[in-house]
């Protein structure tokens, strides 16, 4: 059995989609499954929101901010070299500092922001700390974004060249192997029918946003200044991960879905990881709204759809009369005895999906 699952492709090739499907079956079958979404909080090998520090560094920073040392040592992850804190948790272990002098020199050790020089090492460290991590027990995780489309976008944003792209993916693939990973490749044959659908699932609005979040990077220099040169950048992207899957040295399977039939792709990739399809049980979620009023946030759910705090809506896929799949997230929301019901797996970043979150289902005035 694969240890590790990796799903790569363009954005908007449905990895979440296809990491969603591939979650709810093993765990169907039976196995110990951790979906790491592409946006996980916090992430063992990304850096979403993370600030990164050396040792020496993190050192310092406590002795300068005390009042702050207590907590970020209960959420730092240490590794050889470095410490990382994910600094979305930070503001939430002490909110109302979003303005504080700590908080805002903790963002300035932001990861993504690191030239290469940098970011390289503790890129591998980290993946070596989650891979020795890994090796200490049975679980299957599936990972989405993070061995190429992460790297793709870190690698090319700073002007570098594919050689040096790939010698840094190999050195990932190589920690990976004592796991044995499998790599599913999503793609359409056309890079320009992705960035037509991204544009059409997403908004030009919001291509425009990446762009402007994105053009004083290295990769834009001598670029046209407007959303036309993200869409080129798109290609590149395209064109590198073609690359990698091509040099990659693992079990691996590409697939097209522009037809997007979602249930001869998921039906492809279980035969591949030899996986059996379940059906799942005859089980229906209790209609409601649920509320946390300590996060001031709530969701619904109305015949088997789910409406997230973000107006998103989501189908519910039953586990068992009690515990349900959320379609698009690595969680399983849990109901209790008392009305109330968990969210449990691995939480994304926006605050509501907290792993342990627990939302109160609201009375209405006839009881029901």
Sequence with gaps: MNRIILLEGLPGTGKTTNSYRLFEQLVRNGRDVRWLHEVSQPHPTLFFSESCLTKEEYRLFTEKYPEAAGMLGSIAEVRSATVGIDYLTAARRMPGQENAAWYQEL???????????????????????????????????????????????????????????????RSIMNMLRPLRPALIYLYREKTGDSIAFMEKQRGMKNLESTWERDKERPYYRNKQQDVTAFFDFLKDYADCAARLYD??????????????????????????????????????????????????????????????????????????????????????????????????????????????TVYTRETKQNGE
Aim: aromatic content about 12%; some cysteine.
């Design 107 to 169: 963002k300035q050790y932001d990861a993504m922001d690191f030239p290469l020089e940098r970011y390289e090492p503790a890129a591998l460290e980290k993946w070596e700390a989650f891979v020795n991590a890994a090796l200490r027990n049975d679980t299957i995780y599936i990972l989405d974004g993070s061995i190429f489309q992460y790297q793709i976008f870190t690698f090319l944003l700073n002007g570098a060249d594919y050689r040096r792209l790939a010698k840094f993916v």
């Design 247 to 356: 040099e990659s040295e693992c079990d691996k399977l590409r697939i097209e879905i522009t037809a997007q039939a979602w249930d001869v792709y998921e039906a492809k990739m279980l035969h591949f990881l030899g996986i059996t399809h379940q059906d799942a049980p005859s089980c229906k979620a209790k209609d409601g709204t649920y509320v946390n009023a300590a996060i001031g946030a709530s969701f619904s759910i109305k015949d088997g759809i789910l409406t997230d705090p973000e107006g998103a809506k989501r189908r519910l896929s039953p586990k068992s009369p009690t515990k349900f799949f959320i379609e698009g997230l690595p969680e399983i929301l849990c109901f209790e005895e008392d009305e109330s019901v968990k969210l449990c797996g691995q939480q994304i970043i926006p605050q509501w999906s907290e792993t342990g």
